[in-house]
């Protein structure tokens, strides 16, 4: 398959063959282009910068120029087997709406984000005093795309709350995975898969 970011892979693995998948926030097309060669999908995207959905496109790909804050409620209900969410949930303006809509579009949904508890991050605020800059979170405070500083343990509370299961979950630290037990510390990112009963 081809090389994915780790959260990218680990969607692309549990996607089941010849499922019907939107990518919300699919950015260039990387994960369709992998799910429709490797697992035969029919993928389709929606992406906010103009410069990604024309990569996307370039690639073959259906990919539509939209905005998961205002764009999703379009979708019919159930029309998708999987609706992702990829580093994108903490751009939303309104993540609760935006996941309400993911589960109501897919019969499941995949959501992952960066875990602003990971151990680093506090070291960092704690040390330093001030927003860390890392690999995986490149921008200064005042230019990150990042609106919404969520935690592993905030989402579990938040999912919890709006009686969302949890049928898979994956916790990353670089490329590496971690086990559950201590995920709000030690990970830096984590994968989630959704269902609404």
């Not at 969520?150 to 490329?175: H, K, P, Y």
């Amino acid at each position: 398959m081809t090389k994915l970011r780790p959260d990218l892979a680990i969607i692309a693995r549990n996607v089941s063959a010849g499922a019907r998948v939107l990518d919300i926030g699919c950015g260039d097309g990387a994960l369709m282009t992998a799910l429709r060669e490797h697992r035969q999908v029919d993928a389709r995207g929606l992406e906010l910068d103009a410069a990604n959905v024309a990569q996307a496109v370039g690639r073959g790909l259906s990919v539509v120029q939209g905005d998961a804050d205002y764009d999703l409620g379009d979708y019919p209900n159930k029309c998708f087997d999987y609706a992702i969410l990829s580093q994108t949930l903490q751009t939303t303006r309104r993540p609760d709406l935006v996941l309400d809509h993911l589960l109501r579009i897919g019969r499941q949904a995949f959501v992952s984000f960066p875990n602003f508890a990971y151990w680093r991050v506090r070291a960092s605020l704690l040390a330093g005093g001030r927003m860390p800059v890392t690999p995986h979170m490149p921008s200064l405070w005042y230019e990150t795309p990042n609106i919404h500083h969520t935690t592993i343990d905030d989402f579990r509370a938040f999912l919890q709350n709006r009686e969302v299961s949890v049928t898979g979950q994956w916790f990353l630290t670089g490329n590496r995975q971690r086990r559950g037990g201590l995920a709000n510390l030690m990970a830096e990112h984590a994968v989630f898969l959704l269902k609404k009963d």
